[in-house]
């Protein structure tokens, strides 16, 4: 059974794409989209290697919020319309790492989950087989997660701790 509609921010879809691993999202969710800003945030750097994925698992899924978007000076301009897209669309869930503009969408009632809780679903469903080595591959990218909470899920799921960098 999947879990209806996701609302993606950025941080969460480059980490995903840099692990090749953008088809979660379907595989965990009935539908994905995207504001207009997360798209044009997203889209900026066309150099990057993973940029050709992430247009076209995205680009056929943008959304316009319809409303006026006055979340814009307390959180960023992609995390702002994202939460203001997920009220607009009754979402189920915003992806989102942002500890800052999560807080402030959780205090909205916004249902929201991350890379790593998004990860750990993907693990107990048996989509993917290891997180320690997506994990490295964060920290080899300059995805900020702390090696202290990756170390608490790798030792969930038996696996060998990451050591500090």
């Not at 209806?4 to 994905?32: C, M, Q, T, Y």
């Not at 992609?78 to 009220?87: C, F, I, N, Q, R």
């Given at each position: ?103 402030i969408a959780e205090n909205f009632d916004i249902k929201c989950i991350g890379t790593l ?5 993907a693990k107990d469903k048996g989509l993917i087989n290891e997180l320690r080595p997506i ?31």
């Amino acid at each position: 059974m999947k879990n209806g509609l996701v609302i993606a921010d950025a941080g969460p879809i480059f980490s995903l794409a840099i692990i090749n691993k953008l088809k979660l999202l379907n595989e965990l969710f009935d539908e994905i989209k995207i504001s207009k800003a997360v798209w044009e945030e997203i889209t900026l750097d066309k150099s990057t290697e993973f940029y050709h994925n992430i247009e076209q698992f995205f680009k056929p899924r943008v959304s316009n919020i319809k409303g006026f978007n006055e979340l814009t000076f307390v959180m960023d301009y992609g995390e702002s319309e994202s939460v203001v897209l997920y009220k607009e669309l009754n979402a189920d869930f915003l992806l989102i790492d942002d500890k800052k503009a999560r807080e402030i969408a959780e205090n909205f009632d916004i249902k929201c989950i991350g890379t790593l809780g998004l990860l750990a679903v993907a693990k107990d469903k048996g989509l993917i087989n290891e997180l320690r080595p997506i994990f490295k591959t964060f920290l080899e990218n300059n995805r900020y997660y702390s090696v202290k909470l990756l170390n608490k899920l790798l030792e969930k799921y038996n696996e060998l701790k990451i050591k500090q960098p």
